[in-house]
C-alpha cells in the first residue's frame, strides 16, 4: 500500500503498506503469554528491519531524513524508540529486509520487522505477529471534478473507473468489496499511477488513508482525498512481524499495550498519520 518525495520506488514500498492481504487474524501470534524477561539477537540493542527504501508518513517523514529509519521520524519511526524505550533498551539498530524475504518462514537476524504488515492467518502460519498497533483504513483520491468526487457512496463507486497499487490490500477492497463494472488498473509505481491520473484514464485511485494524505500533498497535488472507504469486516491491523517462537513477542505486545493505555500510540498518529484533518466517510 504507503510516503516519499515523487519516486518509483514508492509504490514497492506502497506494497508494503497495503500488505498484499485483507483477511486479518483476530488473534495474533503473540496474544497468550507473559514477558518473562526482554531478549534480544544482541544483548542490550533491539535489532529492527525494515523495508529496503523508507518513506513517509511511516519512516522518514523530514526532508532531511528521507529514507533513514534511524531518524525517529515518521509514525512507525517513532513507534520503534517508545517501544525501545519502554522495554528498557537504550540502543536501536536498524537493518534492511525485502517485503516478502521477511515473511518467509526460518530464523531471523533481526528481532522484529515493521514495514506495515497486515496480521493475516496465512502470514500467522510461518512468522509471529505482536497485537496489532495501527487499523487501517482505505481511502479514494480523485479530482474535485471527476465523477468519484460526488459517488458519495460504494455503490456510486461501481460505474466509476478505479486503479490501485499491484499486489496491495488497496486493490482487494476494489474488487472484493466495491466491485466495480469496469476491472479495476493495476499499477506497478505511482509514476503509472499519476500517468494515469494526468490523462484522465482513471476517475478515483484507493490508497491507505495516512499514504493518500502524502500522494496528495507531495505526489498527486491536482488531487483530493474523496473519502474514506467503509470498513467491511474485521479491521485490517498492522503488527510487527518476528521469527516464529519469538520469546520477544509477550514483551512487546506489554509494551505495546502500555503504549495505547498511556495515550502514546493515539499522538503518533495525530502527529504523524491524520495530517489532513477530517474526511468524509462514503456509505455503504
Known sequence: M???????L?????????????????????????CDSVVTKTD????????????????????DDFDDPSTGTGFEGALVFALADELGIDTVEFVRTGFDEAIAPGAKDWDLNIQQYSITAERDEVVDFSNGYYQVEQAIIGASDSPAATAGSIDGLKELRLGAAIGTTSLDYIDSNIEPNEKAQVYDDNAAA?????????DGIVFDLPTAYFITAVEITDASIIGVLPRVGEPEELGMLFEEGSPLVPCVNDALATLQDNGTIESLEDQW???????????N
Request: negative net charge.
Open 2 to 8: 504507503t510516503k516519499k518525495l515523487f519516486l518509483p
Open 44 to 63: 542490550g540493542t533491539l535489532t529492527v528491519a525494515t523495508g529496503e527504501t523508507v518513506f513517509p508518513p511511516w519512516m522518514g517523514a523530514g526532508d
Open 273 to 283: 498519520l491524520n495530517q489532513g484533518g477530517s474526511v468524509p466517510t462514503l456509505s
Open 194 to 202: 499519476k500517468s494515469a491520473f494526468d490523462a484522465g484514464q482513471v
Open 10 to 34: 514508492l509504490a514497492l514500498a506502497l506494497l508494503a503498506v497495503a500488505c498484499g492481504g485483507s483477511d486479518s487474524t483476530d488473534s495474533a501470534s503473540g496474544d497468550s503469554g507473559s
